[in-house]
């Protein structure tokens, strides 16, 4: 858990999945396991990036406790960066390609251990199978 900032601009080069939770959301619970096995599965090719919006700092330390991963996982208390990315619903999740550009924006929780890490994400998630998805072009 982390209270600084972190540059997306470091993981240049991979693909990045940024994803914005809350320790109350229930299907967010569920879904960081699942990113953690995508990103070991992924082995280094995908990197998750875990925003906790407009949670405590206890709770959310709480909660790694009993769920660990092994991504950074991001403070936004007063959600300015949920706003930022225009961030409505949890769970959400933004794909960006190894030049950091959107690629597919998740807007529910999605079952990621059936996403394979060696497709390209974009075609891993079918738009039709993750409900409340925005494809964002490409």
């Known amino acids: 858990m982390a209270g600084a900032n972190i540059a997306l601009e470091a993981a240049r ?30 082995d280094g090719g995908v990197k998750v990036l875990a925003i906790a919006v407009a949670d405590a700092d206890r709770s959310v330390q709480r909660f790694l406790e009993s769920v660990p991963v092994d991504f950074p996982v991001l403070l936004d208390r007063d959600r300015t960066v949920a706003k930022a990315w225009q961030v409505a ?10 030049a950091l550009r959107p690629r597919l924006v998740v807007e529910s929780d999605y079952a990621w251990d059936s996403v394979d890490p060696a497709k390209p994400i974009g075609s891993s998630v079918a738009p039709d199978k993750a409900a409340g998805n925005r494809n964002s072009g490409g």
Do not use: M, Q, Y
């Open 89 to 98: 619903t949890l769970p959400t999740s933004f794909v960006l390609d190894a």
């Open 13 to 42: 080069g991979h693909i990045v999945l940024v994803h914005f939770f809350a320790t109350w959301c229930e299907p967010c619970r569920e879904e960081l396991p699942a990113l953690n096995r995508l990103a070991a599965r992924a």
